[in-house]
RNA sequence: GGAGGGGUGGCCGAGCGGUCAAUGGCAGCAGACUGUAAAUCUGCCGACGAAUGUCUACGUUGGUUCGAAUCCAACCCCCUCCA
């Protein structure tokens, strides 16, 4: 890669978010131009929030418009309706409108944390791909578009080999979504002057498709920038823990939870989750990176603190470094951890207050637990599996841990 | 339409009339060691119950049998070959 000149990729290059270029020299002459050109990132509404591993995509559109042009959030209204087969080995179920829709209204809310939106020039807008493919007219789109494509050439695609080697169906529903999202690329690129697709590795395949559209049907020259599939240093698909997908919504999963997440971070994934996912400048990252051992973990709450800030908030991001701070490094109770609340009365069995908790999902797990060992009530192990708390104490509270990491407050209610 | 193969717990994958809540692997949880890391080792891993136990589960619905994930029938879905 040699050097480039424009703000938006050295950027984008120092900080390794870039796998593949469709053409990097002249996607870098018009990245260095004055004026702002506009980039966009698809995202289909499949649940109601979206994760971490969206995360990257996301912040390649904060960079973009830090760099004075123009995001354009493509919300997937009714590529949904198809959903991509891209690297999967079956299809998915369908989702009705209705769930797509509310999935939207969920999704939509994040990007407001990270982009700012507007009429101006390198405003972000957000755009629903519904708008103009639920309208499309079968005969006319296979005649302007259709001929455009080549069915050899898409059954080469590593995106859909998986399903074809593996021999699992692979329906014409979704064989159109590449076609539909090529088609969005250069509809985009007509009506918001879009010249740029952004999206993870995964997405190369149907990038490519929108780019030779545009050069084919419509005279267009557009490029497709991809980011690398982000996995931590013990090779496991990022996002994945114990409460499930690390998602991005405030209500779906609360900021001190968000916080731990980067705070538990592998020591190899310090360095590349600083540069990816925050801000600060690249000799802060490489000082901290560089740092050994158990003093790593000062690096991992920098970056804990810094990408909870960037989704929910500095204020939420520095409460929850101080509850994690009052609970592991004081051992106190913060009362700010989540809360239980509970009729204490002649005693509640402490297996019943784990699932109430939300750290076990039935009884019979949270008897398990018990007779594991990991379970400790205010720091002292219960080693009955039917023990019972009759009090609260003093101070009307009790922590209740499950493990070393998962802790809650009991309050009377 | 014809012939054949297949659908098992979150995933992969054994089992092929009783001893099967179902071998094994992965994932997950906990313990030990540590640094709220990784690796490693150990335990747990359907629900309910204090418990002998009860219930729900092997694509769906029926049947055979004292007894079925295992046999039979019909149906649904997937794959391969032929047309």
């Known amino acids: 890669m040699t050097s ?18 469709t053409d990097l020299e002249g996607l870098d002459a018009l990245a260095a131009e004055k004026a ?54 079956e299809s998915r179920p369908l989702l009705d409108d209705a769930r797509i829709n509310a999935n939207l209204a969920g999704i939509k809310r994040v990007f407001s944390k990270f982009l700012t939106f507007g009429d101006g020039p390198t405003d972000a807008v957000m755009v629903n791909n519904d708008d103009w ?40 529903l979704e064989f159109n979504y590449m076609i539909l999202q ?27 498709q929108g780019v030779e559209l545009g050069r084919k049907a419509a005279d267009l020259q557009l490029y497709g920038l991809t980011s690398p599939l982000i996995t931590t240093a013990s ?27 980067w705070r538990n971070t592998e020591d190899g994934d310090v360095g590349k989750f600083l540069r990816l996912f925050t801000e600060l400048p690249e000799a802060e990252v490489a000082r901290l990176e560089a740092l050994q051992g158990a003093e790593l973990n000062d690096a991992k709450k920098i970056l804990a603190t810094a990408a909870t800030t960037l989704a929910h908030g500095q204020d939420a991001a520095e409460a929850a470094a101080e509850t ?20 204490v009365g002649a005693g509640v069995p402490v297996y019943e207050l784990l699932v109430k908790a939300g750290m076990a999902a039935s009884n019979g797990e949270a008897r398990r637990l018990i007779k594991g060992n990991g379970v400790r009530l205010d720091d002292v192990a219960v080693t009955d599996e039917f ?27």
């Open 324 to 343: 994690a701070r009052k609970t592991f490094e004081e051992g106190a109770a913060a009362d700010t951890l989540p809360k239980v609340a509970v009729e």
């Open 235 to 261: 090779g496991a698909k990022m996002g994945k823990t114990a409460n499930g997908a690390v998602w991005l919504n405030e209500d779906a999963r609360s900021p001190y939870d968000y916080w731990q997440f």
């Open 387 to 413: 023990a019972k708390v009759t009090t609260l104490g003093s101070t009307g509270t009790v922590k209740l841990s499950a493990g070393k990491k998962r802790h809650a407050l009991i309050v009377a209610g």
């Open 4 to 21: 480039v000149k424009s703000d938006f990729l050295r950027l984008l290059t120092e900080r390794r978010y870039i796998h593949q270029c």
């Open 133 to 172: 493919l639920s309208g499309l007219n079968y005969i006319a789109f296979l005649r302007d578009y259709g001929r455009h494509f080549s069915v050899n050439r898409m059954l080469s695609q590593d995106s859909v080999k998986i399903r074809l080697d593996r021999e699992q169906n692979l329906s014409f």
């Open 36 to 89: 702002p050109f506009a980039a966009y990132i698809g995202f289909d509404a499949t649940a109601p929030s979206l994760h971490v591993g969206s995360l990257v995509q996301i912040m390649m559109l904060r960079r973009l418009q830090q760099a004075g042009h123009k995001p354009i959030v493509l919300m997937g209204g009714g590529t949904t309706r198809i959903g991509d087969p891209s690297f999967r080995d």
């Open 182 to 208: 090529a088609y969005d690329f250069v509809e985009l690129a007509k009506t918001y002057g879009v010249r740029l697709q952004m999206g993870g590795s995964d997405q190369w395949g149907n990038i490519i």
